[in-house]
T-cell receptor
Framework: AQKITQTQPGMFVQEKEAVTLDCTYDTSDPSYGLFWYKQPSSGEMIFLIYQGSYDQQNATEGRYSLNFQKARKSANLVISASQLGDSAMYFCAMSDAPNFNKFYFGSGTKLNVKP | DAGITQSPRYKITETGRQVTLMCHQTWSHSYMFWYRQDLGHGLRLIYYSAAADITDKGEVPDGYVVSRSKTENFPLTLESATRSQTSVYFC???????????????FGPGTRLTVL
């Protein structure tokens, strides 16, 4: 079974609006980590935000927040006040027991921000 | 503050040739990783290393060899390249004592490899 599922291959959002990128995950272990990365057209992978399975609060980093719904096994990324520079591929990833070094990535969502 | 560098950034080779992709990090992170990125698959782990001389297989290790004689270097070798190994290859390292206190991985710029 796929560990990470991103069901939106592509999305459009108007500049200055908020957008939610979906991510669902599959693990039976109670201890895991969830990550979001951004990949602009230049190709580098940029770490955005992390959520631990035991964290009580949703993670936030500037305009990025992670909407963590543990019972639904979802970890959606919310970008507030979209900017043109947010246009990129976004990947959700997870690490879980027994080997937290193994990251599982989703297939990504291509976000286009329209002026 | 160089972080992680990869070389070459672009490489074209022929089927059956040996090719080595280099990865160098300046943070002294103990863990290093190699991924490949193909359309529709996201990133898939090839090999990783917990420390010098300690390596382990990831999700797609076949056709690849790694070594780690020094903490800062983690080369990936394709012993006999095949067309199916055409991909973008990313090296990463783990920051266990970083800001998040988590197992966040930080990535190099990638190497685009084409096997003809």
């Amino acid at each position: 079974a796929q560990k990470i599922t991103q069901t939106q291959p592509g999305m459009f959002v108007q500049e200055k609006e908020a957008v939610t990128l979906d991510c669902t995950y599959d693990t039976s272990d109670p201890s895991y980590g969830l990550f979001w990365y951004k990949q602009p057209s230049s190709g580098e992978m940029i770490f955005l935000i992390y959520q631990g399975s035991y964290d009580q609060q949703n993670a936030t980093e500037g305009r990025y927040s992670l909407n963590f719904q543990k019972a639904r096994k979802s970890a959606n990324l919310v970008i507030s006040a979209s900017q043109l520079g947010d246009s990129a591929m976004y990947f959700c990833a997870m690490s879980d027991a027994p080997n937290f070094n193994k990251f599982y990535f989703g297939s990504g969502t291509k976000l286009n921000v329209k002026p | 503050d160089a972080g992680i560098t990869q070389s070459p950034r672009y490489k074209i080779t022929e089927t059956g040739r040996q090719v080595t992709l280099m990865c160098h990090q300046t943070w002294s992170h103990s863990y290093m990783f190699w991924y490949r990125q193909d359309l529709g698959h996201g990133l898939r782990l090839i090999y990783y290393s917990a420390a010098a001389d300690i390596t382990d297989k990831g999700e797609v290790p076949d056709g690849y060899v790694v070594s780690r004689s020094k903490t800062e270097n983690f080369p990936l070798t394709l012993e006999s390249a095949t067309r199916s190994q055409t991909s973008v290859y990313f090296c990463a390292s783990r920051d266990p004592t970083g800001r998040t206190g988590t197992d966040t991985q930080y990535f190099g710029p990638g190497t685009r490899l084409t096997v003809l």
